[in-house]
């Protein structure tokens, strides 16, 4: 619920021209998640079917917001953000340029997501994504 009222609040501080507030609380989303993932150990998708009848009347809600729906699947697993420039790592996962690039250039040579160990950095752009 919190999460959904920080989305809440991103959308209207976007609405309301505040876009230097968006960043500072899209990291909060993503803080929350994370914290969401470690303390209960499930991922977003169970943890939300979980919490909501059925992806039916999400659909509804959705619409009736008119704000589109966005799968998962388009967000980088690093900042939450729509994925701009989606590439694919060597296990095999996708994540935004920007966010595994400067995650590599941290020294990280694990993968965020299953923390696999990267054979090398080389990043191939996710066409079909």
Same mark, same amino acid.
Request: some cysteine; aromatic content about 6%; charged content about 25%.
């Given at each position: ?6 989305? +809440? ?9 505040? %876009? *230097? ?7 909060? @989303?993503? /803080? ?13 998708? +169970? ?9 039916? %009347? *999400? ?7 008119? @704000?589109? /729906? ?55 752009p996710n066409h079909a994504l």
């Amino acid at each position: 619920r919190e999460i959904e009222l920080l989305e +809440e609040e991103m959308r209207n501080q976007n609405k309301l021209g505040a %876009d *230097q507030n968006v960043p500072i609380i899209n990291s909060l @989303v993503g /803080f929350m998640h994370y914290c969401k993932c470690v303390l209960f150990g499930v991922t977003d998708m +169970e943890f939300d079917a979980q919490l909501q009848p059925s992806s039916k %009347d *999400q659909v509804s809600r959705t619409e009736s917001e008119d @704000v589109p /729906f966005i799968p998962d699947d388009f967000r980088c697993p690093i900042s939450l953000d729509l994925m701009r420039e989606p590439v694919i790592v060597s296990t095999g996962q996708t994540y935004d340029l920007s966010s595994i690039t400067r995650w590599i250039e941290e020294g990280h040579c694990t993968c965020p997501k299953n923390g696999q160990k990267l054979l090398h950095t080389n990043l191939i752009p996710n066409h079909a994504l």
